[in-house]
């Protein structure tokens, strides 16, 4: 967190990024894992948990960020279902947690088309929530900036405004412009083009900032 | 706006980045194993379907694609001679005829 929150800090959004906390790298598959991958494709179906142990930290991480707490653990569930069932389209080219990583960020992108569907976003800022916006303002120090951003308002605004995007820019938002992934990268996980993210995450943050201009104006709108 | 406008939705965009990286900090992770595993097991079915290894996959397509490749051509054979029977040269040329005339 300490490099993520110095970065964070010293950059501007979305100009300077930085790789998140999960780099893509085309590693292979760690010996551990093509051995336990081995046999559950010779039948041993229980040796999945053992992968389930080693890489659940990981991809709770990802899903934690993504989707609300009390959905957290059904997400993280789903992935794994997912990567069970998905195996025999697993290429030990890459590392597990990569494969793995995709899946938690794809599973997450279905969670917010889910919702999408069953209800718009709700709520509005409170008067609360612009005053939190001026404490941010006024914060002259690290610490205070990091205080400022621990607090539950700035986790209901980025809520709030995350929520009025579409499922599609707010994962290339959240990858891209929160998580800190180049555009390629993001492209791999999500299984797009590398062209369809550029110019959604182009539009996802001209949006993000457009409400973020309405807050600042006092005035809070719907943005997709 | 301000001029300096600009800058405060930056600053207010930082602070968002920054709450996003914090999110879950600190709390403990789900521990699914029990919960996958018990699903894994009630699908047994779909199981087998999912453990076939891409390269039995790709021998198994290849050979019924061989046996298609097969049976299309025995059956173009066969046509093309049926097709050739109405206007084949050889029976004219093998017509029967009498060999000494008288």
Not at chain 1, 17 to 30: C, N, R, S, V, W
Not at chain 1, 109 to 120: G, I, Q, S
Request: charged fraction near 30%; hydrophobic fraction near 45%.
């Amino acid at each position: 967190m300490g490099r993520n929150s110095e970065a964070a800090t010293t950059a501007t959004f979305g100009t300077d990024l930085f790789m998140g906390d999960e780099p893509i790298a085309d590693h292979e598959a760690a010996p551990e894992d093509r051995v336990l991958l081995r046999r559950i494709r010779q039948g041993e179906t229980e040796r999945f948990a053992d992968l389930i142990r080693r890489h659940q930290s990981h991809v709770s991480r990802i899903v934690t960020r993504r989707v609300p707490a009390d959905r957290v653990e059904e997400v993280v569930h789903d992935v794994f279902v997912r990567a069970y069932f998905g195996l025999a389209g697993f290429s030990e080219s890459v590392s597990f947690d990569h494969w793995l990583a995709g899946i938690a960020v794809r599973t997450c992108y279905d969670f917010w088309r889910a919702r999408a569907r069953e209800a718009p976003p709700v709520s509005s800022l409170t008067e609360e929530h612009h005053r939190w916006i001026e404490h941010a303002l006024a914060a002259e120090s690290m610490d205070a900036f990091q205080e400022q951003a621990r607090r539950r308002e700035a986790a209901e605004i980025l809520e709030w405004a995350l929520g009025r995007l579409s499922p599609e820019n707010r994962a290339v938002l959240t990858l891209v412009h929160l998580d800190g992934y180049p555009v390629r990268d993001a492209a791999k996980l999500l299984g797009w083009s590398v062209v369809n993210v550029k110019v959604r995450a182009h539009r996802a943050r001209q949006t993000l900032r457009r409400l973020l201009r309405g807050i600042l104006e006092g005035a809070d709108h719907d943005a997709e | 706006m301000m001029p300096n406008d600009e800058e405060r939705i930056d600053r207010v965009e930082r602070v968002l980045t920054e709450a996003y990286r914090a999110r879950g900090e600190g709390l403990p992770h789900p521990d699914v194993t029990a919960r996958v595993m018990r699903e894994i097991r009630g699908s047994r079915p779909a199981q087998a379907w999912a453990a076939v290894m891409p390269d039995d996959l790709v021998w198994r397509t290849a050979s019924i694609a061989a046996a298609v490749v097969l049976v299309v051509a025995l059956l173009t054979v066969q046509l093309v001679h049926s097709g050739l029977g109405e206007n084949a040269p050889w029976p004219e040329e093998f017509e029967t005829s009498a060999l000494i005339v008288e």
